[in-house]
């Protein structure tokens, strides 16, 4: 079989799966996604050992952006989000602050502003919890509403065209970055075609999307110097999901402590607060800090290391001890951080990404609740390292949709068990190869 018509065949299985996958799979369909998925995942993987050619490159690239443009019209299949922020968009356009209430709150008045309906309230996932959207986000929302302000599809829709958008900018800065740290122009592949990426971000309208726009762009702005542009950007990010704040320690130094330090500090929280400035009341600290802490508390989800904490523990004591793991696990990821930024030696710009990829996989890893949408920034991270475990991480997650199967709500904690156990094994011995090889390869003054 010649090459062109091996990629043509990868291709046409590529356009089929993903449109099964965006179209008809649904969230309690746990064995057919799980097939296609699979089937979707090994054609990505055979592609990004296949195309190392600049036209097949292109091709690629070219049909990674063709399968977000097919999910631009699905309606979110795997998840809920969606009518939180068609929620949020509504209450802004009638003038009230979404975090001052939650849904709840407007069902028991029994008065529901206009445009919002108890139809739309049943598909809520959590309505008696206060909203956690940063502010851009609540623009895409308010704006996706004000445009279509009675089609509830048309919303999303439009959502999901600024999602697309940002996927384009990642994609374009992506390029540019891997160009700046001369890195083989292929790892753009592993972002492009990721099923993970392209079905959760398009297709099921995650954040994510954003905020690694945002936090490309500010990694752009920093290896060209223009950290002022990039204090900017990086705001951006934060404001898009507060997540990229445990990234600022590894600034700290780079920016040169005190005087640049200070004058780009203060001009990313001048941004941040021009942008949080509508938000702002008493009720949203007290609303916003509390669902903070229910999401420490509360919530469990495909949380590996986390799971098995809970279970030793539970059989030294007999009790879920969630309410004290949770937030030591969250002050041990922020201790970490803090003295991966003291420790580090090699400040140069190149290597950001690598302390952004393990900062941000510590915080998955002592996560009580994973999503698998909450690996689009470590896969996008990864592109520019040569760590691949997120690559791997992408295929074996899709397993902890078996929480879904048949419409129950239970965890299958045997194939979270498969998950962790498969990841775990290939990240230590991935880890115990890269040390040596990523210094060789970028820092020639560590050998």
Not at 84 to 101: C, E, Q, S, T
Not at 275 to 294: N, R
Not at 377 to 402: E, K
Request: aromatic share 16%; charged share 10%; hydrophobic share 50%.
């Amino acid at each position: 079989m010649g090459k062109a018509l091996l990629h043509l065949l990868l291709s046409g299985i590529m356009m089929v799966t993903m449109y099964q996958l965006g179209y008809h799979c649904q969230q309690a369909d746990f064995w057919p996604l799980l097939g296609t998925y699979a089937v979707f995942f090994g054609v990505y993987a055979l592609v990004l050992k296949l195309a190392v050619e600049k036209a097949s490159i292109q091709w690629y690239l070219l049909l990674g952006i063709g399968l977000r443009l097919m999910l631009l019209f699905s309606m979110p299949n795997l998840s809920d989000d969606v009518y939180r922020y068609l929620w949020d968009g509504k209450l802004w356009l009638n003038g009230i602050n979404p975090f001052v209430h939650p849904p709840s709150y407007y069902v028991q008045q029994g008065d529901l502003p206009t445009g919002l309906s108890m139809e739309l309230y049943a598909e809520l996932n959590s309505p008696d919890y206060h909203t956690i959207y940063p502010p851009i986000a609540q623009g895409l929302f308010t704006l996706s509403c004000a445009l279509f302000p009675k089609d509830l599809y048309a919303s999303i829709v439009a959502m999901k065209v600024g999602i697309f958008l940002a996927e384009i900018g990642s994609l374009w800065l992506l390029r540019g970055l891997l160009q700046r740290y001369q890195l083989p122009a292929q790892h753009i592949l592993i972002y492009a075609l990721n099923p993970l990426i392209i079905l959760e971000l398009v297709g099921n309208v995650h954040l994510e999307a954003l905020m690694i726009f945002f936090l490309l762009l500010a990694l752009y702005l920093l290896q060209k110097q223009q950290n002022g542009w990039a204090s900017v950007a990086l705001a951006g990010s934060i404001a898009s999901k507060l997540l990229p704040l445990m990234f600022l320690p590894f600034l700290i130094r780079r920016w040169g402590w005190p005087q640049r330090s200070v004058r780009y500090f203060a001009l990313l929280g001048g941004v941040l607060l021009l942008l949080f400035v509508p938000m702002i009341s008493w009720e949203f600290i007290q609303g916003f800090a509390s669902s903070l802490d229910l999401y420490f508390q509360k919530f469990e989800f495909n949380a590996g290391v986390y799971y098995l904490l809970r279970w030793v523990f539970y059989v030294l004591t007999g009790y879920n001890l969630i309410l004290v793991l949770g937030p030591l696990l969250g002050s041990l990821v922020v201790y970490s951080i803090v003295k991966m930024a003291q420790r580090e030696h090699d400040l140069r710009w190149e290597k950001l990404p690598l302390l952004m990829l393990l900062a941000f996989s510590l915080y998955l890893f002592s996560a009580t609740i994973i999503h698998p949408w909450y690996l689009a920034v470590p896969i996008a991270l990864c592109v520019l390292t040569p760590l691949r475990f997120p690559v791997l991480w992408s295929g074996l997650v899709v397993l902890s949709y078996s929480h879904y199967d048949g419409g129950g709500f239970a965890e299958n904690y045997w194939l979270i068990g498969v998950e962790y156990g498969v990841l775990g094994l290939f990240l230590a011995r991935e880890w115990r190869h890269f040390p040596r090889h990523y210094y060789k390869e970028i820092d020639p003054e560590k050998e």
